[in-house]
């Protein structure tokens, strides 16, 4: 969907870390959407029409005068803060060189990045492979596994995902998603790309650790009676938590998938695009699991600014691709490198990791309470650390309603609150790392009042 362009009246707001001082959309500002929708593909322009003009910390500027407390971080990757002086430090200093660009050349940069990575990470992961945007990573752990799947068997290629779960916007993260309104303008199904069905809450009542571990079996057998040769399967791709609902798989399902995995030589991949570098209190989402890893996919929070994405896993797997079979123009270019390699040291020097699991505990807390309030509309709500999505219903039934979350997120937005709209049922928050506990306890109290006040105006307050 798309906001409308028609600026209204909104109540003037005016805090340490909001200031709403306009109309909204800023009248000013509606040539310049105009402007953009004439120019630009449609596709990307679905966000609510704000022109961001600075950023600093957790706060979002307009040219306007208007502010608002960042519950994005531009979509999970300002995990340091927006503009943070470290990171800008190192991208001046690379820039006074002057702007290099080196291709698959050497540059001091790439390396210590890459060296900072395998360093900092669990230590199954020995090499890096470096690109620009998280839907490469997908694609490189797509073909990595299919590599060694290949070695031990030409037609060991089968990988094994979940329906519904995001990887990316190339070819095969759209196979990767398996839902056809995505993948359907390719024309074909990979017939190597196996669907499991995420194990939501809902599609099951009262199940324990050992049902999850069943339930995992059954969805194996499932793929075995339609014919699924597990043989020839090289490797799982699990999205660490669900995207639009922040949602984690249950431990005791990972856990019997992990163990499934290495007992067949199976790679277990799992994409930490969004979840990765502190977000949900672990420095990767799939350490809440209790198991290993054999890749993980990065990008978003590595850097925290500048396009930066990447794979890690061991060196027999990484090693696999010959001298120049894998490459990326802009791959860990000197600037990106620079911004990931300043990113990474101030999340061990902040303590950013910890922080976000003791914010989470703020968050989550803060959340129940407003649960509590409207459980007849706020059904549910997932995350972990700094991460969470609320889940909207109508009242008392157990039917999305997309619309009542947009309603909360426009009236949050007024109110100088940003968070992430998912045009669906959920409305995802993911603010820096670095929040301050008052800003971040600030925007709660905001989300509060968008829903008692869209409650109001739906006629059911509470
Ligand atoms: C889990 C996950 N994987 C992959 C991607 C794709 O990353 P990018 O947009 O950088 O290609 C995203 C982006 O939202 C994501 O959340």
Same mark, same amino acid.
């Given at each position: ?337 620079? &911004?990931? *390699?300043?990113? #990474?040291?101030?999340? /061990?020097?902040?303590?950013?990791? %910890? =922080?976000? @699991? ?80 008052? &800003?971040? *306890?600030?925007? #709660?109290?905001?989300? /509060?009042?968008?829903?008692?006040? %869209? =409650?109001? @105006? ?5």
């Amino acid at each position: 969907m798309s906001f409308k362009l028609n600026p209204i009246e909104v109540k003037p707001v005016s805090t340490k870390y909001r200031t709403i001082k306009t109309k909204l959309p800023v009248p000013e500002s509606i040539p310049l959407f105009e402007e953009m929708g004439k120019y630009e593909s449609r596709s990307m322009h679905g966000q609510y029409p704000i022109i961001w003009d600075s950023a600093s910390g957790c706060v979002v500027a307009d040219p306007y005068g208007n502010r608002w407390i960042d519950f994005t971080s531009t979509i999970f990757v300002a995990n340091a803060g927006h503009g943070h002086p470290e990171i800008i430090k190192a991208i001046k200093e690379q820039l006074e060189k002057p702007l290099l660009h080196t291709y698959a050349f050497c540059n001091r940069p790439r390396v210590e990045l890459a060296k900072k990575l395998v360093k900092m990470t669990p230590k199954q992961f020995e090499k890096a492979y470096l690109v620009s945007a998280g839907t490469e990573a997908t694609e490189t752990a797509l073909k990595l596994m299919r590599l060694y799947g290949r070695q031990k068997d030409p037609k060991r290629v089968g990988v094994i995902s979940f329906t519904g779960s995001m990887h990316g916007r190339t070819m095969g993260a759209e196979f990767l998603k398996g839902v056809p309104s995505s993948s359907e303008w390719i024309g074909h199904d990979d017939p190597n790309i196996h669907h499991l069905q995420i194990p939501y809450p809902w599609t099951v009542k009262n199940f324990k650790d050992a049902d999850w571990e069943r339930k995992f079996e059954e969805d194996i057998n499932s793929l075995i009676a339609k014919k699924v040769d597990i043989k020839k399967i090289c490797g799982f791709m699990v999205e660490s938590y669900i995207g639009w609902s922040a949602y984690f798989f249950p431990k005791a399902y990972i856990q019997a998938l992990a163990k499934f995995a290495k007992m067949n030589d199976i790679l277990l991949t799992f994409d930490e695009i969004q979840s990765g570098f502190g977000r949900t209190g672990k420095l990767f989402a799939f350490e809440h699991y209790g198991v290993d890893a054999d890749m993980v996919c990065m990008g978003k929070g590595m850097s925290s600014s500048l396009p930066l994405a990447g794979v890690l896993g061991p060196k027999k797997v990484m090693d696999i691709p010959g001298v120049g079979s894998m490459s990326s123009t802009h791959s860990s270019n000197p600037l990106s490198s620079a &911004a990931g *390699l300043a990113n #990474l040291n101030i999340i /061990e020097n902040e303590n950013l990791v %910890a =922080e976000s @699991a003791r914010k989470g505990k703020i968050l989550h807390d803060r959340l129940g309470e407003i649960q509590k309030k409207y459980n007849s509309r706020l059904k549910y709500f997932f995350g972990n650390g700094l991460v969470a999505a609320i889940l909207l219903f109508k009242p008392g039934t157990d039917e999305p309603d997309g619309a009542f979350a947009t309603d909360v997120f426009e009236r949050a937005t007024h109110k100088g609150l940003l968070m992430v709209h998912t045009g669906r049922e959920s409305i995802k928050i993911g603010p820096p790392l670095s929040i301050p506990d008052e &800003a971040l *306890l600030e925007g #709660l109290d905001v989300l /509060e009042e968008a829903i008692a006040e %869209a =409650e109001k @105006a739906a006629g059911n307050s509470n």
